[in-house]
T-cell receptor, first 114, second 117 residues
Framework: AQSVTQPDIHITVSEGASLELRCNYS??????LFWYVQSPGQGLQLLLK??????LVQGIKGFEAEFKRSQSSFNLRKPSVHWSDAAEYFC????????????FGKGTKLTVNP | GAVVSQHPSRVICKSGTSVKIECRSL??????MFWYRQFPKQSLMLMAT?????????EQGVEKDKFLINHASLTLSTLTVTSAHPEDSSFYIC?????????????FGSGTRLTVV
């Protein structure tokens, strides 16, 4: 069965510092991978997604993620974090990205220090 | 584009009553809708998948008689929590799969905070 592991429950970085959030997946076929961000009491906003092609994916708000099949990873990065990036981040894996359900990781809470 | 509007955003109800949560796709047709539940500081847990015009498929452990899902049209799906109890208090989020013409993926509603007192 597919699964997603986000090893870091909570990460704290200083504003302006770089960020990397880890995501590992287990999936039998070609995965469709997503990163979402959730502010408290809000729904999920898509940051970026990967289906095929270039393994380095650019998203909104300056985020990027790199798909590494050999490591079953899809880590999220940002070169310089802003205070407004403080939120919960979820990695998810699906099949066709449509009728198939998403499986979410447990999330990583990001705290940004001034 | 591809917006799902979810209402209400917050609801407080008395124990034993029923609550309906609506999700509407505003600018596309949502063939498949997913309903999730999220406990504080936890991830999203899929409750059920509904396809327009068909009965919903519930995940293991989810009581289908308690969480009624209706997806009668391509733009509206509803989740009704029947005979709600305090343990049903949670954050409920709907998600629609995007049509291939828009692009692969999913769009999420803004969530409903249900508190049962």
């Amino acid at each position: 069965a597919q699964s997603v592991t986000q090893p870091d429950i909570h990460i704290t970085v200083s504003e302006g510092a770089s960020l990397e959030l880890r995501c590992n997946y287990s999936y039998g076929a070609t995965p469709y991978l997503f990163w979402y961000v959730q502010s408290p009491g809000q729904g999920l906003q898509l940051l970026l997604k990967y289906f095929s092609g270039d393994t380095l994916v650019q998203g909104i708000k300056g985020f990027e993620a790199e798909f590494k099949r050999s490591q079953s990873s899809f880590n999220l990065r940002k070169p310089s974090v802003h205070w407004s990036d403080a939120a919960e981040y979820f990695c998810a894996v699906g099949h066709q990205g449509g009728s198939e359900k998403l499986v979410f990781g447990k999330g990583t809470k990001l705290t940004v220090n001034p | 584009g591809a917006v799902v509007s979810q209402h209400p955003s917050r609801v407080i109800c008395k124990s034993g009553t029923s609550v309906k949560i609506e999700c509407r796709s505003l600018d596309f047709q949502a063939t498949t809708m997913f309903w999730y539940r999220q406990f504080p500081k936890q991830s999203l847990m899929l409750m059920a998948t509904s396809n327009e015009g068909s009965k919903a498929t519930y995940e293991q452990g989810v009581e289908k008689d308690k969480f009624l899902i209706n997806h009668a049209s391509l733009t509206l799906s509803t989740l009704t929590v029947t005979s709600a109890h305090p343990e049903d208090s949670s954050f409920y989020i709907c998600s629609a799969s995007l049509p291939t013409g828009i692009g692969y993926g999913y769009t999420f509603g803004s969530g409903t905070r249900l508190t049962v007192v």
